[in-house]
C-alpha cells in the first residue's frame, strides 16, 4: 500500500490531482499500519514519501489552476467591457427621434 501511495504520488504531480488524493490517503493508511505493527508491515518511509509526493501533486494542481486563472481573468474582462460597448453602440443606431 505505501509502494501504491508513492506511484500515486509520484503520477498525481504530473497529471491530475485525483492521484494525489488517493496518494495521501493510502499513505495515510500505510502509515498507520506500519505505526500498529512494525513487524508485519514496513514501508513507513515509502508512506511518508507517498504522502509527500501527494501533497506535492495537490500543491502543483493548485498553483496550475492558479495560474491559469490568472491568466483567463484580463481576457474576460476585456471581452465584458467590448461586449457593453457593442450593446451601446446598437441602441445608439437604433434609437429614433419621434
Avoid at 13 to 33: D, Q, W
Avoid at 48 to 71: D, P
Amino acid at each position: 500500500m505505501a509502494v501504491t501511495a508513492l506511484v500515486f504520488g509520484i503520477v498525481g504531480v504530473f497529471t491530475c490531482p485525483v492521484f494525489g488524493i488517493l496518494a495521501i490517503i493510502l499513505g495515510i493508511v500505510a502509515l498507520n499500519r506500519t505505526t500498529r505493527e512494525p513487524q508485519t508491515y514496513g514501508g513507513r518511509s515509502i508512506a511518508v514519501a507517498g504522502i509527500a509526493t501527494g501533497g506535492a501533486g495537490m500543491v502543483a494542481s493548485i498553483a496550475w489552476v492558479a495560474l491559469l486563472i490568472s491568466i483567463l481573468l484580463p481576457s474576460l474582462s476585456r471581452a465584458r467591457e467590448l461586449s457593453k460597448r457593442l450593446v451601446c453602440a446598437a441602441n445608439m443606431g437604433s434609437a429614433r427621434p419621434t
